[in-house]
T-cell receptor, first 114, second 109 residues
Framework: NAGVTQTPKFQVLKTGQSMTLQCAQD?????MYWYRQDPGMGLRLIYY???????DKGEVPNGYNVSRLNKREFSLRLESAAPSQTSVYFC?????????????FGSGTQLSVL | DAKTTQPNSMESNEEEPVHLPCNHS???????IHWYRQLPSQGPEYVIH???SNVNNRMASLAIAEDRKSSTLILHRATLRDAAVYYC??????????FGPGTSLSVIP
């Protein structure tokens, strides 16, 4: 069981370039989340999707866009990358957006913006 | 902002119990308390969660205060593999899931 799969694992961008981080889950979960983690810091919520067809802003949405392509996939797009977006990005999913549901995380994408 | 507060770091000797505290003084009646841990260079993983009663699983125990304003994650015998950052969060339906900085646990051989 693959769980939550993120691609790519590593990426280096130049300032101003764009890219899309991909996330897919095979657990038939309804809710998906994107977090970023800066060195030595905790996780900060960027965007989340409570169910297919819905997306909402988290704590730090500026500079990002998301697409809930279908129930399995939730992508994060950087339209014009900035050095401040250098971080490790984690995707997560849960069966529903309820208090009783566990979060399952991917292994992360390490992004460097030069 | 995170709805929980935890100590920045803690140390434990190997094979001794570890009690990791968490304060969540603004918790509401429908908020569940979750604990996750993050091993070096990995994504966070679920440890345990509960609502009101104490909970046990193969990884740990969760002790929830009667007023639910605090909780404690208990690792019964710390091993070197338990060295990680431990996150305590509160989670409710249809709301953002916000993490704080967590507690960095060091295990001394």
């Amino acid at each position: 069981n693959a769980g939550v799969t993120q691609t790519p694992k590593f990426q280096v961008l130049k300032t101003g370039q764009s890219m899309t981080l991909q996330c897919a889950q095979d657990m038939n979960h309804n809710s998906m989340y994107w977090y970023r983690q800066d060195p030595g810091m905790g996780l900060r919520l960027i965007y989340y999707s409570a169910s297919e067809g819905t997306t909402d802003k988290g704590e730090v949405p500026n500079g990002y866009n998301v697409s809930r392509l279908n129930k399995r996939e939730f992508s994060l797009r950087l339209e014009s990358a900035a050095p401040s977006q250098t971080s490790v990005y984690f995707c997560a999913s849960s069966d529903y957006q309820s208090g009783d549901e566990k979060l399952f995380f991917g292994s992360g994408t390490q992004l460097s913006v030069l | 902002d995170a709805k929980t507060t935890q100590p920045n770091s803690m140390e434990s000797n190997e094979e001794e119990p570890v009690h990791l505290p968490c304060n969540h003084s603004t918790i509401s009646g429908t908020d569940y308390i979750h604990w996750y841990r993050q091993l070096p260079s990995q994504g966070p993983e679920y440890v345990i969660h509960g609502l009101t009663s104490n909970v046990n699983n193969r990884m740990a125990s969760l002790a929830i205060a009667e007023d639910r304003k605090s909780s404690t994650l208990i690792l019964h015998r710390a091993t070197l593999r338990d060295a990680a950052v431990y996150y305590c969060i509160t989670k409710t339906s249809y709301d953002k899931v916000i993490f704080g900085p967590g507690t960095s646990l060091s295990v001394i051989p």
